[in-house]
């Protein structure tokens, strides 16, 4: 089983920054893609940004030039760089992690969510 950890959320003002961050932690696993999502009151939720282990990024076009995505895999993280942020970004921010657990005996793929981070961005 593989945890997943977000912290950084918080309240800001419009135009400001926030940076999340997403620990992954476990038994001996390897991560594939990394994600962040959203979900804001009565919506659905919603992906904002993807990296893949070979590093390729995919962002929301609400998102794109805004915010960054990275990983260190060394430190089994992921975070999420929000510059010039929005009201309507405001929202409770999910991690993902897509991956393999690794067994005596055999491999299992899983699919990961942290707790959530809320995000508030005031106007």
């Known amino acids: 089983q593989v945890q997943l950890v977000e912290s950084g959320g918080g309240l800001v003002q419009a135009g400001g920054s926030l940076r999340l961050s997403c620990a992954a932690s476990?038994?001996?696993?390897?991560?594939?893609?990394l994600g962040w999502y959203r979900q804001a009151p009565g919506k659905q939720r919603e992906l904002v940004a993807a990296?893949?282990?070979?590093?390729?990024?995919n962002y929301a076009d609400s998102v794109k030039g805004r915010f960054t995505v990275s990983r260190d895999n060394a430190k089994k993280m992921v975070y999420l760089q929000m510059n010039s942020l929005k009201p309507e970004d405001t929202a409770v921010y999910y991690c993902?992690?897509?991956?393999?657990?690794?067994?005596?005996?055999?491999?299992?793929?899983?699919?990961?969510w942290g707790q959530g981070t809320q995000v508030t961005v005031s106007s």
């Open positions: 993902n992690a897509e991956g393999i657990s690794y067994y005596s005996d055999y491999d299992r793929r899983f699919v990961s």
């Open positions: 476990g038994s001996t696993f390897s991560l594939n893609t």
């Open positions: 990296i893949s282990s070979g590093d390729s990024t």
